[in-house]
């Protein structure tokens, strides 16, 4: 399901993402430079019971969090040559661990993404004052129910859609 978002309304999904998230949730964070991944992670994790600011794991590909409600691994794989790569940082230790994973920029090690899990894709959208709008696509691959439910949890609908839609181009 996609959805267009004001900044404000993506912290309080963000907030609401961070109350669904179980054990052994792997949420993928996927969209180009700038478009929000980092800054939905401070947030969910800030909503999670984290008391630090979250700090950029890009140069040792992860970093864990343990005074939240759940262990949090928060990647970001940016600067990883390949896929096969996040094995050496023990991956699947972390994936398996009771804890939550937040993955910035997973689509580099798609292939290795557990057969179920969140995969949320944050994009640009061209339009006069859209700076601070973004295009968000939810799906929970590999597990149909589930995506039903956590839809109907964070009240994601088209109603964003057509609130935005007078400011868009009219191929919206
Ligand atoms: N929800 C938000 N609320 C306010 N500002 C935001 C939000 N999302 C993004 N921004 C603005 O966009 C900038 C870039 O966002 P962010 O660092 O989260 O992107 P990113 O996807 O992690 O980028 P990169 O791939 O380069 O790490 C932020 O510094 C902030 O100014
Ligand atoms: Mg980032």
Known sequence: MKKRMSFEEIDEFAKK??????ENTVIA?????????????????????????????????VLEYTDGRLPLYHFDVYRMGSAEEIYEIGYEDYINND??????????????????????????????ECENIREIELEYIGDTKKEEEMLEY?????????KYRDTGPLWW
């Not at 964070?29 to 800030?46: E, N, Q």
């Open 17 to 22: 993402m961070a109350d669904y998230a179980t």
């Open 29 to 61: 964070l996927i969209g180009d430079l700038g478009t929000g991944k980092t800054t939905f992670s401070k947030t969910f994790a800030k909503a999670f019971g984290i008391k630090e600011n979250l700090k950029s794991p890009t140069f040792n590909y």
């Open 99 to 128: 804890g939550v994973a937040l993955i910035e920029w997973a689509n580099i090690i798609e292939t290795e993404l557990p057969k179920k899990y969140i995969r949320i894709e944050f994009s640009y959208i061209y339009c006069d």
């Open 154 to 162: 964070v009240g994601f609908s088209n109603w964003y859609i057509n």
